[in-house]
């Protein structure tokens, strides 16, 4: 052992042993048999049905950006849903916990959460919800549409796209076995100085929490070298910076943010392990080290990463605007410069969300200041969405709903923030729930906007609509329980109410607690229309089946290629001459004119070694946890031994002849024709 630690420890298994699996839980333990149960039937469906080599060959070692998406989005909804169970315990143990004379179940004094097990729950929250579900998400559509925008055939780095998922993909497996292996942080998600050194957190949740987020940042970071360098290099002929897509834009600023921010994030936890592991003393006061610093280095990533979580959001209500409303988008370039700008202002803001913490008048008034100066081109956005669809032929089809919701919320999540950002009102309602209800209206602009993008796209990557009833349907009550939730919320932060209470003292305060726990019922509706509309789509999926322009009315290059998109994205790399490409083809009558001829294309070969190292991430992440050490020792000597082989072998990749590309193309053009018939 490097430090002394509080409790068993041997050279086998390190801190692990028995008593750290919760078998006498009784919320745990029935939920861990649940776990294995589903998963013994998903394998066993799998092997059934003989699917095993399918999966490996067509999924699991693919490099195809597009497949890579679809799993960046899948492992986004699973948190994503993760995340809300954790929202529900939360707001159910509030709603129970009020008042002296509340009953407890389940070894807690009031409600049925003790307070160690309602903080893990807490803190995993945030974590998910931020780092495993907004930014997988977003990446996800980043992958999928990004590369067919801009009329290239993939990522420029296609093995490094799939490490960086299954990078993720290790950090989503990490904090999921914490369920039932230890304990998760208690510490906030974003953690506290000194809350989290060894002597006050001697668990192992605060080492979950430093390598989860080390893991996702790890991913992020490769993906945003990636996705840079695919939008600077690849783009094809004619596709100028004046005519990129402002999804692009908005996803270039996003990964600018990413590419400078989440360094500082993992330096910062880095140095909370440098505290744990090693004895070092960064962060204690009373040994030469520094609260305040930790708070400052995670902010300084912590602010830049809202709006590289919100910037892609943007982009996505850019796109689905001028789409629904038969326009162009109103202000192009102002959009553009809108976006840098907010990624630029993204970086002089952070030190608000310690507006109390004694830095002064005057570093607080600098600091309010460029908060408030996020609200120009943000409102620059909002008005050119506005005059998009000014006298548009609007589509009130459930994409554009969604896209509308979203623009509402950003007002009110907007005008909110313009409220926190003066430092007297700040200094009324900070740790209150009126903060936490604001950045989750913003967090809401981004859940809106990803929907939109599921029913906008959806057709896109699999070749046809999702259920309009079904879609509405889900639509609606997501609203409904939006406002039952976060207007008491509102409401609640002004009366007073701090954030992460266990047990609610203010009896005045249950009416709201109940409303909002109903608002979390209307929630759970949601979720069971989203499943019901996965599963009528799927089932009805013939008679819904697109050509490559699913809505008619589509503007950008993505829909020029057929749907769904073929590996090779294009048959023929396009010329572009227009900004809007595929609105300026259909005005000129020129939208389904093919090539004469065909070229070879070369593509990347498929690969196991990416999801390899991702277990092998796994597993040293787990390691480090319990302290592990030869375990630690052999993961790592496998990751650098398997990333040298793979760095010697490198990746020839194949040729798609040009008969081979014909035969495919002629194909996807017969069954758009039976389509269109």
């Given amino acids: 052992m490097l430090v002394d630690l509080a409790g068993g420890w041997n050279p086998m298994w390190g801190r692990l042993a028995w008593s750290q699996i919760p078998y006498d839980n009784p919320i745990l333990a029935p939920l861990f048999v649940a776990v294995v149960v589903g998963a013994i039937l998903v394998l066993s469906l799998i092997t059934y049905y003989g699917k095993w080599t399918y999966l490996w060959k067509e999924w699991l070692t693919t490099v195809d950006h597009k497949k890579l998406g679809v799993m960046y989005i899948l492992i986004g909804l699973v948190m994503l849903f993760r995340g809300f169970i954790d929202g529900l315990m939360i707001r159910t143990q509030q709603a129970w916990a009020v008042g002296a004379h509340s009953s407890g179940v389940f070894g807690a004094t009031h409600g049925y959460l003790t307070p160690f097990h309602f903080g893990q729950i ?78 006050y957190s001697p668990g192992v949740g605060v080492d979950y929490w430093i390598w989860t987020m080390e893991l996702v940042a790890l991913g992020t970071t490769l993906g945003g070298i990636n996705i840079l360098a695919t939008i600077i290099k690849m783009r094809a002929p004619g596709m100028t910076w004046g005519r990129l897509p402002i999804f692009v834009w908005a996803t270039l600023s996003a990964n600018v943010i990413a590419l400078t921010s989440f360094p500082a994030l993992q330096v910062a936890l880095a140095l909370i392990a440098a505290d744990r592991y090693l004895g070092a003393h960064f962060f204690t006061a009373g040994l030469g080290g520094n609260l305040m610093l930790y708070t400052n280095l995670f902010w300084i990533w912590g602010h830049p990463e809202v709006y590289f979580v919100i910037l892609p959001a943007f982009g996505m209500m850019s796109e689905i605007f001028p789409t629904f409303s038969e326009k162009p988008l109103f202000g192009y370039i102002t959009m553009v410069l809108a976006s840098m700008a907010i990624a630029g202002v993204s970086w002089l803001v952070w030190l608000h969300h310690f507006f109390t913490m004694g830095a002064g008048p005057y570093v607080n008034s600098a600091f309010s200041v460029a908060t408030m100066l996020v609200g120009i081109p943000t409102g620059v956005k909002v008005f050119n969405w506005a005059f998009t669809m000014y006298r548009g032929r609007l589509t009130f089809n459930t994409a554009m709903l969604w896209a509308i919701g979203a623009l509402f919320l950003l007002l009110i999540g907007g005008l909110t923030g313009m409220m926190l950002a003066v430092p007297a009102i700040n200094y009324m309602v900070h740790n209150s729930v009126f903060v936490v209800a604001h950045f989750h209206t913003m967090l809401l602009v981004i859940v809106y906007a990803i929907f939109a993008s599921v029913i906008y796209w959806f057709p896109k990557v699999f070749g046809f609509k999702l259920d309009e009833f079904w879609a509405k349907t889900m639509f609606w009550l997501f609203s409904a329980g939006t406002v039952l939730v976060f207007v008491p919320m509102y409401m609640l932060g002004f009366m007073g109410m701090t954030r992460r209470l266990d ?158 590309v014909e035969k495919m193309e002629k194909e996807a053009l017969r069954r758009e024709a039976q389509i269109s018939k």
């Avoid at 998400?137 to 290239?152: K, T």
């Avoid at 299954?166 to 230890?182: E, N």
């Avoid at 996965?534 to 050509?547: E, F, P, T």
């Avoid at 070969?605 to 390691?623: C, E, H, K």
């Fill in 122 to 199: 807490y803190s995993a929250h945030g974590v998910i919800m931020i780092l495993l579900a907004a930014t997988p998400l977003l990446v996800g559509f980043m992958n999928i549409i990004v590369p067919i925008q801009i009329g290239a055939r993939d990522m420029a780095y296609p093995y490094l796209n799939a490490l960086g998922l299954w990078f993720t993909a290790a950090a989503g497996a990490l904090i999921m076995i914490s369920l039932f292996v230890g304990d998760f942080a208690h510490n906030g998600w974003f953690g506290y100085a000194p809350i989290f050194e060894l002597q």
């Fill in 503 to 660: 047990y609610v003292f203010n009896t005045v305060w249950h009416p709201y607690l109940l409303v909002m726990e109903f608002g979390i019922a209307v929630y759970m509706l949601s979720v069971l229309a989203f499943v019901a509309l996965l599963y009528v789509s799927i089932r009805d999926h013939a008679k819904n089946q697109v050509g490559a322009d699913a809505w008619g009315t589509s503007r950008s290059l993505e829909w020029l290629t057929h749907s769904p998109v073929p590996f090779y994205n294009f048959a023929v790399l396009p010329h572009i001459s227009a900004r809007d490409e595929v609105a300026w083809r259909r005005d000129n009558g020129i939208d389904h004119v093919q090539p004469d001829h065909y070229e070879d294309i070369h593509m990347p070969n498929n690969t196991g070694v990416a999801i390899i190292l991702g277990g092998l991430t796994f597993v040293l992440g787990f390691a480090l946890v319990w302290r592990i050490w030869w375990l630690c020792a052999l993961s790592l000597l496998a990751i650098v031994a398997l990333v040298i082989y793979r760095s010697f072998k490198g990746d020839p990749g194949y040729i798609i002849t040009a008969a081979e």
